[in-house]
Nanobody, 125 residues
C-alpha cells in the first residue's frame, strides 16, 4: 500500500481544512485507515481512523466533534475534515494503514504498517 497525503496549509483559528490521503498499490478491504499528527517537540498522537469495510470511525478525544474522517471507495481516498481549528491543532498530519482487526490497537501507531508522508497544518491565533 502506498499512501499520499495532501491538503495541509495555513488557516486561522476557527477555520477549516480538509486533508486527503490517496491509497494505491493494494486492495484496501480489511484495512483500517488512520490519521496521526505530531507537533514540534511532542509525541505522535492518534487523531482518527476508519474501517475501510463498513466505515466504522474512531476519534481521539481532542478532536471529537470537530474532525470527521470519511472514505471514498471509488477513489481509494480517505479524508479528514477539520473544523473549528485551534492553534493546538498545529502539527504534521500523516495517514497510515493497518491490517489489524482488533479495535484497541487502532489507536496505536505501532499497529500501522504503511505510512504516507506528513502534510503540515498550521493554525494561527
Amino acid at each position: 500500500v502506498q499512501l499520499q497525503a495532501s491538503g495541509g496549509g495555513l488557516v486561522q483559528a476557527g477555520g477549516s481544512l480538509r486533508l486527503s490521503c490517496a491509497a494505491s498499490g493494494s486492495f484496501l478491504s480489511g484495512h483500517t485507515m488512520g490519521w496521526f499528527r505530531q507537533a514540534p517537540g511532542k509525541e505522535r498522537e492518534f487523531v482518527a481512523a476508519i474501517r475501510w469495510s463498513g466505515g466504522v470511525t474512531y476519534y481521539g478525544d481532542s478532536v471529537k466533534g470537530r474532525f470527521t474522517i470519511s472514505r471514498d471507495n471509488a477513489k481509494n481516498t480517505v479524508y479528514l475534515q477539520m473544523n473549528s481549528l485551534k492553534p493546538e491543532d498545529t502539527a504534521a498530519y500523516s495517514c497510515a494503514a493497518s491490517r489489524s482487526l482488533i479495535t484497541s490497537t487502532i489507536y496505536r501507531q505501532t499497529s500501522y504498517g504503511y505510512w504516507g508522508q506528513g502534510t503540515l497544518v498550521t493554525v494561527s491565533s
